[in-house]
């Protein structure tokens, strides 16, 4: 009995241990298509990289128009952050990358502060 009580202990610690190391924080995802895109999010993770660790997950997204040029967006935990046109031959793409850079981090670090102020007590974060 002893035996199976440790085994059980065993497993449940380790499965506890597995879903902490599960979660992984800091990562930048490419949903871009064109030329101009690929440009673009090389350049604002290369921005990003150059910060301090990134804490949250971010997904860069892009939808090519012939008429209007590219949209590329910018989404952390599901919300738009960062939206912006950009014309298919974007000359100055390191300076547009860089400051979608700089508002996206601004809005983290602004996420970050509302948090402290808010008050979880009685409900999970997902039950807002």
């Given at each position: 009995?002893?035996?199976?009580?440790?085994?059980?202990?065993?497993?449940?610690?380790?499965?506890?241990?597995?879903?902490?190391?599960?979660?992984?924080?800091?990562?930048?995802?490419?949903?871009?298509?064109?030329?101009?895109?690929?440009?673009?999010?090389?350049?604002?993770?290369?921005?990003?990289?150059?910060?301090?660790?990134?804490?949250?997950?971010?997904?860069?997204?892009?939808?090519p128009s012939a008429r209007w040029g590219?949209?590329?967006?910018?989404?952390?935990?599901?919300?738009?952050?960062?939206?912006?046109?950009?014309?298919?031959?974007?000359?100055?793409?390191?300076?547009?990358?860089?400051?979608?850079?700089?508002?996206?981090?601004?809005?983290?670090?602004?996420?970050?502060?509302?948090?402290?102020?808010?008050?979880?007590?009685?409900?999970?974060?997902?039950?807002?």
């Amino acid at each position: 009995m002893k035996v199976f009580c440790w085994i059980l202990a065993l497993l449940i610690t380790s499965q506890e241990v597995s879903a902490d190391e599960a979660e992984i924080s800091g990562l930048i995802i490419n949903h871009t298509i064109t030329r101009s895109g690929q440009e673009f999010y090389r350049k604002f993770s290369e921005r990003l990289n150059d910060e301090d660790a990134l804490e949250s997950n971010l997904v860069v997204n892009e939808r090519p128009s012939a008429r209007w040029g590219i949209l590329i967006w910018v989404e952390l935990e599901g919300q738009a952050v960062y939206r912006e046109f950009l014309s298919p031959n974007v000359s100055q793409m390191d300076e547009t990358a860089y400051r979608a850079a700089e508002i996206v981090l601004q809005e983290i670090d602004r996420r970050k502060v509302q948090s402290l102020f808010e008050d979880h007590s009685d409900l999970d974060k997902d039950e807002l």
